[in-house]
């Protein structure tokens, strides 16, 4: 190996460890801040692969937050909490985990179909349409059993599966 290849080899390596390493520190910070943070509601645009949430901040400005997006059936004009906390100015964590619902919304029954970890995919039928949705959720879930979904009704695509107790608005 050349010193030029020796030379990149090493570089290449220092910035793999130095991301996994920030990367590491980011989701320790995602933990505190959402354990101690401020709580915003946090509206959403779907930009391809990513989406943005904002905010309205203490001061009535406006902050935006770029985030992966979490599952393929997320849409414009959802809703969700954003953290942030003085500790780590600067860094906003929007917890998909905790959709907002409002009067806007419906209950109905919904089934779920299975669920990988933490995402949850589950039908619910509005107006003889059967829709299908994936959902990020912290609780346990049984496929095939029926649970509470909250459907927006003027946007029945947007719906939440709400199994936990004393979740419900």
């Known amino acids: 190996m050349s010193t030029a290849q020796k030379w990149f080899a090493v570089v290449g390596i220092s910035i793999m460890v130095t991301v996994f390493l920030l990367d590491k520190r980011s989701k320790e910070?995602?933990?505190?801040?959402?354990?101690?943070?401020?709580k915003y509601v946090g509206l959403v645009d779907v930009h391809g692969k990513r989406v943005t949430c904002t905010i309205k901040w203490d001061d009535g400005s406006y902050r935006?937050?770029?985030?992966?997006?979490?599952?393929?059936?997320?849409?414009?004009g959802e809703r969700y909490y954003v953290y942030s906390w003085n500790k780590f100015p600067g860094r906003l964590v929007v917890d998909f985990t905790e959709p907002i619902i409002d009067s806007t919304f419906r209950k109905i029954n919904g089934r779920?179909?299975?669920?990988?970890?933490?995402?949850?995919k589950f039908t619910y039928t509005v107006a003889s349409v059967e829709y299908t949705r994936h959902q990020l959720i912290e609780e346990e879930v049984v496929a095939g059993r029926l649970y509470p979904v909250y459907v927006k009704k003027d946007f029945p695509k947007i719906?939440?599966?709400?199994?936990?107790?004393n979740r419900f608005p």
């Open 29 to 38: 910070q995602d933990i505190e801040i959402l354990a101690h943070g401020k």
């Open 64 to 76: 935006t937050v770029t985030a992966s997006k979490p599952h393929g059936s997320i849409y414009d």
């Open 112 to 120: 779920v179909i299975k669920q990988r970890n933490r995402l949850v």
């Open 159 to 165: 719906a939440y599966v709400l199994p936990g107790k």
